[in-house]
């Protein structure tokens, strides 16, 4: 069955978990069926709120079928230990059920942040800094995690490290947030089944597609690198006023990236994605 058809348009989007209200760290880039290149969606402020970004997702859902990418982790992993947070109670053991648990835990954070979650309730299962013990003791993954890992194209983070600039622990609590928020308005893949018809949400790590590109850096930063992005990817090249960061080659790339495997099944099919796998951790689209 191919995918291409169904869905219009092609939307990434690069998140943030950082305090406050703007986030200069979160981009969107959106593209439609066919060869032309992906553009930039500017925010309506000088940045993008989190909030803003789940408003613009409903209403671009609404007016045409979207394939919609995050790029967080949309659960932490369960399979490898049994349990979210191992010894603490009260902690639910499926991704949706997750969601709306740290949402709840968050509710005082602002513009859905989840700080309260990583600072506070659950804190002794993060790696903060030295004083926290051995950094490998929290390197915890998913199973898709561990197919991407066998790729060679390096090794993904874990939602366990909450320090440095390269975590993405804060970026996917908010993010579980964001979900909570969506669910059941939108299917979000693989909890959901994808629908025949309609807009949907997948994970996405956008580093994935950057070596899907033919690229094995882990950062493009130069117009030329990216246009060789796109035009690896079947994009025709971008035209930007100036030279790109790295938030914005990440989603363009990535909404080409999503252009160009929404129609292959074997990406909606991964071998290791059990109904288990996908109930408990979900699953990183692009990785097969």
């Known amino acids: ?8 348009r ?9 305090k ?12 439609e069926t066919g060869g032309a290149p992906p553009r930039l969606v500017a925010p309506l402020s000088v940045a993008w709120s989190r909030t803003e970004v789940m408003e613009w997702v409903l209403a671009t859902a609404r007016e045409a079928p979207t394939l919609f ?20 109670e ?26 309260s979650l990583v600072d506070s309730r659950h804190r002794r299962h993060f790696y903060l800094g030295a ?11 998913r199973v898709c995690e561990h ?25 996917s609590y908010s993010g579980m947030r964001l979900l909570n928020r969506l669910n059941r308005r939108l299917p979000v893949w693989p909890m959901d089944p994808l629908p025949a018809e309609g807009s949907a949400i997948v994970e996405i790590y956008t580093r994935v597609f950057i070596l899907m590109a033919g690229l094995s850096g882990r950062k493009v930063r130069t117009l030329s690198l990216l246009n060789q992005a796109l035009d690896a990817l079947g994009s025709a090249p971008a035209a930007l006023p100036r030279e790109p960061n790295d938030h914005e080659t990440d989603v363009l790339i990535a909404a080409a990236g999503l252009r160009r495997i929404a129609g292959d099944p074997s990406y909606w099919n991964p071998a290791a994605l059990t109904p288990a796998v996908a109930r408990g951790e979900g699953w990183t689209f692009g990785v097969r």
């Open 1 to 8: 069955m191919s995918h291409t058809s169904r869905f219009a």
């Open 10 to 18: 092609f939307a990434a989007v690069d998140w943030s978990g950082a």
């Open 20 to 31: 406050g209200r703007r986030h200069k760290g979160i981009a969107i880039g959106l593209c």
């Open 69 to 88: 990418g995050f790029d967080f982790s949309y659960a932490p992993p369960i399979v490898e230990r049994g349990a979210y947070f191992p010894g603490d």
């Open 90 to 115: 009260g902690v639910p053991e499926d991704a949706r059920a997750f969601w709306d648990y740290v949402d709840r835990l968050c509710e005082s954070d602002e513009d859905l942040g989840a700080a």
């Open 131 to 141: 004083a926290d013990g051995v950094k490998r003791d929290f390197l915890h993954h």
């Open 147 to 171: 197919s991407f890992n066998a790729l060679g194209g390096g090794k993904a983070s874990t939602l366990y490290d909450a320090i440095g600039a390269a975590q993405v622990a804060k970026a």
